[in-house]
Antibody, heavy 121, light 108 residues
């Protein structure tokens, strides 16, 4: 079955960077894009960006442009999301999710369990 | 950026009742690019509906989606205890692929 397993919780100081991982299994890694979504405590889901797992092409939300980098390692079937210049507002649960494209539709059909990132001095 | 608005913010209902949730987009979204998710406390979201009206794998038929253009609806018939959660819509019509603020369905 499709599984996305994310790395463990992180605590970072303001100004630092964090790099999260998302290990995929149960499907052909390069056939699907992976998206990253975050959720601050009590807030709505917020889309950050995505990577074409085959080509490695990426697209980011303008909000995070310049601070976020999404990469992948096809041999490890793992995607990574690095967020730099962390501030307290970046405290959130970060999710990776697989994009499905059945019959031309789009939706995130499988999600990782989430990684909690806490930014605190 | 396409802004999604969901209403109501909270819906208080009893098990067995019907829930009708609205998602309105600031500009037209192709039905193919509108999805609904359910999220319970401490859990990742779960895909319910894709393409505005197609149920995801394993989703009970009491969940249905409809709508087009700027107005979309998620209906839950005969609420079960496990359906009390927060529901989000998301659009893939244009980047950034925004989410609505969510509708919380809680027990009356």
């Amino acid at each position: 079955q499709v599984q996305l397993v994310q790395s463990g919780a992180e605590v970072k100081k303001p100004g630092a960077s964090v790099k999260l991982s998302c290990k995929a299994s149960g499907y052909t890694f390069t056939n699907y894009a992976l998206h990253w979504v975050r959720q601050a405590p009590g807030q709505r889901l917020e889309w950050m960006g995505w990577i074409n797992a085959d080509s490695g092409n990426t697209k980011y939300s303008q909000k995070f442009q310049g601070r976020v980098t999404i990469t992948r390692d096809t041999s490890a079937t793992t995607a990574y999301m690095e967020l730099s210049s962390l501030r307290s507002e970046d405290t959130a649960a970060y999710y990776c999710a697989r994009l499905t494209a059945v019959s031309g539709t789009r939706a995130l059909d499988s999600w990782g369990q989430g990684t909690l990132v806490t930014v605190s001095s | 950026e396409i802004v999604l608005t969901q209403s109501p913010g909270t819906l208080s209902l009893s098990p067995g009742e019907r829930a009708t949730l609205s998602c309105r987009a600031s500009q037209s979204v192709s039905s193919s690019y509108l999805a609904w998710y359910q999220q319970k406390p401490g859990q990742a979201p779960r895909l319910l509906i894709y393409g505005a009206s197609s149920r995801a794998t394993g989703i009970p038929d009491r969940f249905s989606g409809s709508g087009s253009g700027t107005d979309f609806t998620l209906t839950i018939n005969r609420l079960e205890p496990e359906d009390f959660a927060v529901y989000y819509c998301q659009q893939f019509g244009s980047s950034p692929f925004t989410f609505g603020p969510g509708t919380k369905v809680d027990i009356k």
